[in-house]
């Protein structure tokens, strides 16, 4: 399984990026899919999920300024982002879980991660 991120870059504060992440080697109609993001210094966190039902959730810090999206015909998940801040500066990582609904989703209960994209934002 591979999980190929890219979209990621140096952008000033307010303005926004789309990171991409296109899975091979599994169908991802039957998997959840997210981002999660690691700063300097600080622990990796979850972003944002989408379920293969498609339902969504995010992390109290992006609410309102990033969508997570998934194209299953593309076999890829996307992780649009506007309004970005410098607290948003971090490696983002695109994830592949298949824990069912109702269950505490964290580090441990990702099957694959993917190779970190940089976000950057300047102020």
């Known amino acids: 399984v591979q999980l190929q991120a890219s979209g990621g870059g140096l952008v000033q504060a307010g303005g926004s990026l789309r990171l991409s992440c296109a899975a091979s080697?599994?169908?991802?109609?039957?998997?959840?899919m997210g981002w999660f993001r690691q700063s300097q210094g600080k622990e990796r966190e979850l972003v944002a999920r989408?379920?293969?039902?498609?339902?969504?959730s995010y992390a109290d810090s992006v609410k309102g300024r990033f969508t997570i999206s998934r194209d299953n015909a593309k076999n890829t998940v996307y992780l649009q982002m506007n309004s970005l801040r410098s607290e948003d500066t971090a490696v983002y990582y695109c994830?592949?879980?298949?824990?069912?609904?109702?269950?505490?989703?964290?580090?441990?209960?990702?099957?694959?991660w993917g190779e970190g994209t940089q976000v950057t934002v300047s102020s």
């Open positions: 989408i379920r293969w039902t498609r339902t969504t």
């Open positions: 080697g599994i169908n991802i109609k039957n998997y959840n």
């Open positions: 994830t592949v879980d298949q824990l069912i609904s109702g269950a505490t989703m964290n580090v441990e209960a990702v099957h694959y």
